[in-house]
């Protein structure tokens, strides 16, 4: 073997190998997969779980398999970038489907499983897709068991082995045993977990001499060995290799063997498993070696990486879907450290709040919103100008194509637009690169707050699309008599709980100042108010204040309650453009203000041209670019920036 790979300089960590799918899981807990109506899809496969779980905790990984040329390809690939995986060793195959799994929850512990995997993309990885300078630039690879199935993947995964240990890569082997493929159950028993097979044993064991870590549970250890008990499993396992063996023993944690097997099976470094609620155990696997892996890699005691293997797993069985429910790895020590008073981790909501913030689909450091989610205003304009109401929806598609003028396709830009008006709007925005999309959810002007189409606010948000952001605006003062705030307080608490169930980002909206005083403690006053009912929002969107003191203030309120906020964006009321630019540069030394969402100080005047048949269509988007651009020239200069 060659000197080992430079752990500074080597460009990655780890790359995995094998299976890549698209997992679709049954929503309806406790049910047969035949009674399912309705599934969560998310990545899935030992290998592609595990390149999601390393990089969440901070791995440097890679994904090294096919997929189709199709949609689900695509969504795999799209994944793996969010999260932070080198897509580097991932194949299109123009000629094959990726693989699916269709999955239901039936009872604690049991989760049965159909595979689609029939001459799939990623069986058909073959020697010619592996790159040894790629394998070479990892300090480790893993290598899985259901890829020594098939002679052109098991072929594959050897050659990787080579080309690593040439270089002094390590080779891990997650043994990932699925009897269904190897051929030895029926369609129907995906969820099977041990046949015995010597042909299986046979080629498995020849695996084992190249490795440097050995994982898999007992049932695994002893197919990978021959033997028929995990003891004689592991002795074997031990005349063949020098490897540091782990075996996985669910709730009971694992236990750790680094050099020879004695009589005792309890003789090795005994990881003590966390009490928890098992809810879902397919993809705990997974996790686990994800978090055994950032500590064996991360130069930590094996006493350690088995801790953070078993919390790890933890968090996996104790939620639904497989890689979407990894945990960061900020999440993962806030759990070491501060434990959950709940068997079930799905229902810690301090915990539930860390993974949302940690997972969040993108990164938006700074916005600028061209907002037209205006109802009222505009049904005020066409009425004022005799026209047609239906017109203000063509109107709304001349803004999108206006704030499209302006962002060019530059990161930072986004807009809001409403159901009523924008649905040809949002249709056009999605036909260019924005980075976010606010909808408002309040009936125009309520006050107690009231939804615009229905008050079971959760039914209307499964509908949206996962990357638009819901906006509510709420007219609230700290001072508004109890029993108002209390009606307002609960509509808001529901609606967070209704957002953070369906997966969509919120931000919500605080005008104080038409209802009451409004001085340097107002808005931290109410912002205090909501944070104390465990209201969390990914955005804040607030009215100007006079002071550089008030942001202080408000800055303060955030961090101390959520510092994984996105922060503040301003709005703009019908504000003159000078007032806003102003307003800008007041924000200047407060970092939580990340950018605007202004609508009429924009588009009123080509609003009121257009809809009286004053203005052309080109007219209007230039009159509203230009308007947009000079104020997204104001917020960048205000922080000391300049449009890219």
Request: proline share 4%.
């Amino acid at each position: 073997m060659g000197e080992a790979v430079d752990a500074k300089h080597a460009p990655l960590d780890v790359i995995t190998i094998g299976r890549a799918s698209v997992d679709l899981y049954g929503q309806q807990i406790g049910s047969r997969l035949e009674d399912i109506t309705s599934f969560a899809k998310s990545v899935g496969g030992c290998p592609a779980n595990i390149s999601v779980g390393t990089a969440r905790l901070g791995l440097r990984s890679a994904l090294l398999t096919r997929v189709g040329d199709e949609q689900m390809g695509r969504f795999i690939r799209e994944q793996l970038i969010r999260e932070g995986v080198s897509v580097d060793g991932l194949r299109t195959d123009p000629d094959r489907l990726t693989a699916l799994v269709l999955l239901s929850v039936e009872d604690e512990g049991v989760s049965p499983m159909i595979f689609y995997r029939t001459d799939c993309a990623d069986m058909a990885l073959s020697e010619d897709d592996i790159d040894e300078a790629f394998i070479a630039s990892a300090r480790a690879i893993v290598v899985t068991g259901t890829h020594f199935s098939r002679p052109n993947s098991d072929a594959a995964q050897r050659k990787a082995i080579r080309a690593s240990k040439a270089k002094g890569g390590k080779v891990v082997f997650d043994i990932d045993y699925r009897p269904n493929l190897w051929g030895l159950a029926g369609h129907a028993e995906g969820f099977e977990r041990y046949v015995k097979s010597d042909r299986v044993s046979a080629q498995l064991k020849t695996v084992l001499p190249d490795c440097d870590l050995i994982v898999g549970t007992e049932e695994e250890i002893m197919i990978a060995s021959g033997a028929d008990n995990c003891l004689s499993a592991l002795q074997t396992i031990r005349s063949l290799s020098k490897a540091t063996i782990v075996l996985k023993r669910g709730a009971m944690g694992c236990i750790v063997y680094d050099g020879p097997i004695s009589g005792d099976l309890e003789d090795g470094i005994v990881g003590k498993g966390f009490p928890i609620e098992i809810y879902n155990v397919l993809g705990a696997g997974d996790a686990f070696m994800s978090g055994f892996l950032r500590g064996w890699l991360g130069g930590e005691s094996l006493e350690t990486a088995a801790t953070w293997a078993n919390a790890c797993g933890a968090f996996a069985v104790s939620r639904l879907l497989c890689a979407p429910e990894y945990p960061t790895f900020e999440e993962l020590q806030f759990f070491l450290k501060n434990g959950s008073r709940h068997l079930a981790l799905r229902k810690d909501e301090a915990i539930n709040h860390i993974h949302w913030a940690t997972t969040r689909r993108r990164d938006i450091p700074s916005l600028m919103a061209l907002a037209c989610d205006h109802r009222i205003q505009l049904d005020d304009v066409a009425a004022k100008a005799g026209a047609d109401p239906s017109r203000i929806h063509d109107f709304k598609v001349l803004t999108v194509k206006a704030a499209a003028k302006v962002a060019a396709g530059r990161a930072g830009y986004g807009m809001l637009l409403d159901e009523k008006y924008g649905r040809e709007a949002m249709f056009e925005f999605a036909r260019h690169s924005f980075a976010w999309l606010g909808r408002p959810v309040e009936l125009p002007g309520s006050r107690p707050l009231r939804f615009e189409f229905s008050q079971d606010i959760g039914s209307q948000l499964i509908e949206w699309p996962v990357d638009h952001c819901i906006k509510c605006l709420c007219f609230y003062h700290p001072d508004d008599p109890e029993p108002l705030k209390t009606e307002q307080q609960q509509k808001l608490k529901g609606l967070f709980e209704a957002a953070r169930k369906v997966g969509r980002e919120l931000l919500i909206e605080i005008i104080a100042g038409k209802h009451g005083e409004l001085d340097d403690t107002t808005i931290p006053r109410a912002l205090d108010e909501l944070y104390a009912l465990g209201i969390k929002p990914d955005w804040w969107k607030l009215e100007p204040q006079a002071s550089a003191g008030a942001w202080a203030k408000i800055e303060a309120v955030i961090l101390k309650n959520d510092p994984w906020c996105r922060g503040i964006v301003l709005l703009g009321l019908e504000a003159p453009q000078d007032e806003l630019e102003a307003a800008f540069a007041a924000t200047a030394n407060a970092p939580i203000v990340k950018g605007f969402a202004v609508g009429r100080t924009i588009f009123i005047n080509a609003a009121e041209q257009w809809l009286a048949g004053k203005m052309s269509d080109e007219e209007a988007v230039t009159d509203m670019a230009s308007r947009f651009e000079r104020l997204t020239e104001a917020w960048l200069a205000a922080r000391g920036r300049k449009a890219a």
